[in-house]
């Protein structure tokens, strides 16, 4: 249908206020984009609404993970009759069970924040007095969790834009902790400790052969490699972005034990992106990622890419006695038999396999899926992996070999059907 815009200098200035609301939703959209969009919409026109965002949108939008706020805010701002409705349900708190199940919720509440520009939205028009029960609810959904504690629990997907702000906040300063593996290396010891027969021979051969003193020696510590699989397709792409920025903290941060940290993206293909996680930038360290990894958001091939890890880079990364992360919901579109096969030879050159799965965040959650089911009984613990408190959690059960997390309880429900 045509769309009535005004004439050029006002929609030279509403191109503009456009990409600043865009700009406040997270688009990294400069003054010379602004410019770039001014002269695409002379040069093609705007006699159609469909060309007028597709140049908009060619001009704006070089990610995926960028198309659905561009889409959100472009239906609120260029004459949606409903904009403001659309903008006070994005604003109001999500309900879990209700709300949580929209996949665009996210989106359309950063883009409300960036249209608002820190206004507050007006709250609805009650229609009618709600009953002592519905009030005492209300009460005690809202007003007995602390800012803080709603935070921590709430889901990465739900959160909007200052609320992902702290939490990234928070994940920076979150440590993965590991206890040191037992070596049969050996490291002078100036306390306690084994006789160093060897050491103090040495010393006495250096005095004459006179043993004023024992050496001693205390095992040296060996630290495991951590290996993480992070699946970037489409149903996890949310949860992939704040996982790799708690991975980037975990790489650069000293004192946690880690030996080393690698990092590998799949999709369709995997990726290994170790090198841009030492980049001490986040923001550079996850851009050059995402420019690396061609296939975020894209379709799943979780047994194809396992197998290429396990062809390719393996025997490289899961020396001395390697923890492996895996970060996916496991749905997945290979053959079940196949991802079975390669889990089983994953989870045979790994001294613990952790699986994080966000779909875990659901109460009802049961293993239906093939692929849930083909991978559940080849990893060590398998955990939740969509708030701030799941990762804390991980944090305390990663050192504990006798974690399984919620294995235990999903495979009795596997063998009862």
């Given at each position: 249908?045509?769309?009535d815009l005004?004439?050029?200098?006002?929609?030279?200035g509403?191109?503009?206020?456009?990409?600043?609301?865009?700009?406040?939703?997270?688009?990294?959209?400069?003054?010379?984009r602004?410019?770039?969009?001014?002269?695409?919409?002379?040069?093609?026109?705007?006699?159609?609404?469909?060309?007028?965002?597709?140049?908009?949108?060619?001009?704006?939008?070089?990610?995926?993970?960028?198309?659905?706020?561009?889409?959100?805010?472009?239906?609120?701002?260029?004459?949606d009759?409903?904009y403001?409705?659309?903008?006070?349900?994005?604003?109001?708190?999500?309900?879990?069970?209700?709300?949580?199940?929209?996949?665009a919720?996210?989106?359309?509440?950063r883009?409300?924040?960036?249209?608002?520009?820190?206004?507050?939205?007006?709250?609805?028009?009650?229609?009618g007095?709600?009953?002592?029960?519905?009030?005492l609810?209300?009460?005690?959904?809202?007003?007995?969790m602390?800012?803080?504690?709603r935070?921590?629990?709430?889901?990465?997907?739900?959160?909007?834009?200052?609320?992902?702000a702290e939490?990234?906040?928070?994940?920076?300063?979150?440590?993965?902790?590991?206890?040191?593996?037992?070596?049969?290396?050996?490291?002078?010891?100036f306390?306690?400790?084994r006789?160093?027969?060897?050491?103090?021979?040495?010393?006495?051969?250096?005095?004459g052969?006179?043993?004023?003193?024992?050496?001693?020696?205390?095992?040296?510590p060996?630290?495991?490699?951590?290996?993480?699989?992070?699946?970037?397709?489409?149903?996890?792409?949310?949860?992939?972005?704040?996982?790799?920025?708690?991975?980037?903290?975990?790489?650069n941060?000293?004192?946690?034990?880690?030996?080393?940290?690698?990092?590998?993206?799949?999709?369709?293909?995997?990726?290994?992106?170790?090198r841009?996680?030492?980049?001490?930038?986040?923001?550079?360290?996850?851009?050059?990622?995402?420019?690396?990894?061609q296939?975020?958001?894209?379709?799943?091939?979780?047994?194809?890419?396992i197998?290429?890890?396990?062809?390719?880079?393996?025997?490289r990364?899961?020396?001395?006695?390697?923890?492996?992360?895996?970060?996916?919901?496991?749905?997945?579109?290979?053959?079940?038999?196949?991802?079975?096969r390669?889990?089983?030879?994953?989870?045979?050159?790994?001294?613990?396999?952790?699986?994080?799965?966000?779909?875990?965040?659901?109460?009802?959650?049961?293993?239906?899926?093939?692929?849930?089911?083909?991978?559940?009984?080849h990893?060590?613990?398998?955990?939740?992996?969509h708030?701030?408190a799941?990762?804390?959690?991980?944090?305390?059960?990663?050192?504990?070999?006798?974690?399984?997390?919620?294995?235990?309880?999903?495979m009795?429900?596997?063998?009862?059907?």
């Amino acid at each position: 249908m045509p769309l009535d815009l005004p004439d050029t200098p006002r929609l030279v200035g509403n191109i503009t206020h456009f990409a600043r609301a865009l700009r406040r939703a997270g688009l990294p959209i400069g003054p010379g984009r602004v410019l770039d969009a001014i002269r695409a919409v002379e040069a093609v026109g705007f006699t159609q609404r469909r060309d007028f965002y597709w140049t908009l949108h060619a001009c704006f939008v070089n990610r995926p993970e960028h198309a659905r706020v561009f889409a959100q805010i472009f239906r609120l701002y260029w004459r949606d009759p409903r904009y403001l409705e659309h903008m006070m349900a994005a604003m109001l708190p999500a309900i879990r069970g209700v709300q949580e199940g929209r996949p665009a919720q996210a989106a359309e509440k950063r883009a409300a924040e960036a249209l608002l520009d820190g206004a507050e939205a007006p709250m609805p028009e009650e229609e009618g007095e709600r009953s002592d029960e519905d009030a005492l609810i209300e009460v005690d959904a809202s007003l007995t969790m602390s800012a803080q504690e709603r935070l921590r629990t709430l889901d990465f997907e739900q959160m909007n834009l200052a609320e992902m702000a702290e939490a990234k906040r928070v994940l920076a300063t979150l440590k993965l902790p590991i206890k040191p593996l037992p070596s049969r290396r050996s490291a002078p010891s100036f306390g306690q400790g084994r006789i160093d027969a060897a050491r103090s021979l040495r010393a006495a051969l250096r005095r004459g052969g006179e043993m004023d003193r024992l050496a001693l020696k205390k095992p040296r510590p060996r630290w495991p490699n951590l290996v993480v699989l992070c699946d970037i397709s489409g149903s996890m792409s949310q949860y992939s972005r704040v996982i790799l920025h708690f991975l980037h903290a975990v790489a650069n941060q000293k004192g946690a034990g880690w030996a080393q940290v690698h990092a590998f993206t799949f999709g369709t293909r995997l990726t290994n992106i170790t090198r841009h996680l030492a980049t001490r930038d986040v923001d550079a360290a996850l851009a050059a990622a995402g420019a690396e990894a061609q296939d975020w958001e894209g379709g799943t091939r979780i047994g194809q890419c396992i197998e290429a890890f396990n062809r390719d880079w393996s025997r490289r990364v899961m020396g001395q006695g390697a923890t492996v992360l895996l970060i996916t919901d496991g749905l997945d579109r290979d053959a079940p038999d196949v991802l079975a096969r390669q889990m089983q030879r994953l989870h045979l050159t790994a001294r613990r396999l952790i699986w994080l799965n966000p779909l875990l965040r659901w109460d009802g959650f049961a293993p239906k899926a093939a692929g849930i089911r083909a991978m559940l009984p080849h990893v060590d613990s398998f955990r939740a992996g969509h708030s701030i408190a799941s990762l804390q959690e991980l944090a305390t059960a990663i050192s504990r070999t006798e974690d399984t997390g919620e294995k235990d309880r999903l495979m009795r429900i596997m063998d009862n059907k």
